[in-house]
T-cell receptor, first 115, second 113 residues
Framework: EAGVVQSPRYKIIEKKQPVAFWCNPI?????LYWYRQNLGQGPELLIR????????DSQLPKDRFSAERLKGVDSTLKIQPAELGDSAVYLC?????????????FGPGTRLTVL | AQSVTQLGSHVSVSEGALVLLRCNYS??????LFWYVQYPNQGLQLLLK??????LVKGINGFEAEFKKSETSFHLTKPSAHMSDAAEYFC???????????FGAGTRLFVKA
């Protein structure tokens, strides 16, 4: 079974530039998460999707961050414009909804450096 | 509101020694509790989880954790450390069936030869 796929793995941009991250979850996983992990910290939720619906985006900085999951499968997270403080690892995770399962499966992350 | 506190941002043990990583949680309802491991430049991998039932939970790579409600703790242990155990470990709590998970700040484990 293929795991959660993320691309790119690394991205270096200058501040004020736009950037986008892509995530393809495990097949059949209808719940998808985007997390931000700052250096030396645990992951913090940005947004959670159930199929194509964003059901929890309370922690997403909506002035510069946006996300979409148009067909309920893969997802894109965008930052425009990027700021120095956005430097972090952006993790995508997925899980199956319902059925009593509760395990999230994480991708390898995208390490963003904003100069 | 839920929260997780991991005691000690860094833990160093000798190879073959006991590993003990501490985690305390705060939750107003029965929690789901998780331990994840993260190797450099990789995502998080589930080590073990507690949802209901037996309070001593066994995971992969010889790790186990015990849920102690009276102490609001979920400490991670391994009897004998191996060099390959060197990584970052995250404790996490969820009270919504695992849909929304709060992570601790992590503990980096160093294993000395």
């Amino acid at each position: 079974e293929a795991g959660v796929v993320q691309s790119p793995r690394y991205k270096i941009i200058e501040k004020k530039q736009p950037v986008a991250f892509w995530c393809n979850p495990i097949s059949g996983h209808n719940t998808l998460y985007w997390y931000r992990q700052n250096l030396g910290q645990g992951p913090e939720l940005l947004i959670r999707y159930e199929n194509e619906e964003a059901v929890d985006d309370s922690q997403l900085p909506k002035d510069r961050f946006s996300a979409e999951r148009l067909k309920g499968v893969d997802s894109t997270l965008k930052i425009q414009p990027a700021e120095l403080g956005d430097s972090a690892v952006y993790l995508c995770a997925s899980r199956i909804s319902g059925g009593g399962t509760d395990t999230q499966y994480f991708g390898p992350g995208t390490r963003l450096t904003v100069l | 509101a839920q929260s997780v506190t991991q005691l000690g941002s860094h833990v160093s043990v000798s190879e073959g020694a006991l590993v003990l990583l501490r985690c305390n949680y705060s939750s107003s309802v029965p929690p789901y509790l998780f331990w994840y491991v993260q190797y450099p430049n990789q995502g998080l991998q589930l080590l073990l989880k507690y949802t209901t039932g037996a309070t001593l939970v066994k995971g992969i790579n010889g790790f186990e954790a015990e849920f102690k409600k009276s102490e609001t703790s979920f400490h991670l242990t391994k009897p004998s450390a191996h060099m390959s155990d060197a990584a970052e470990y995250f404790c996490a709590v969820s009270t919504t069936g695992g849909f929304k998970t709060i992570f601790g700040a992590g503990t980096r484990l160093f294993v000395k030869a």
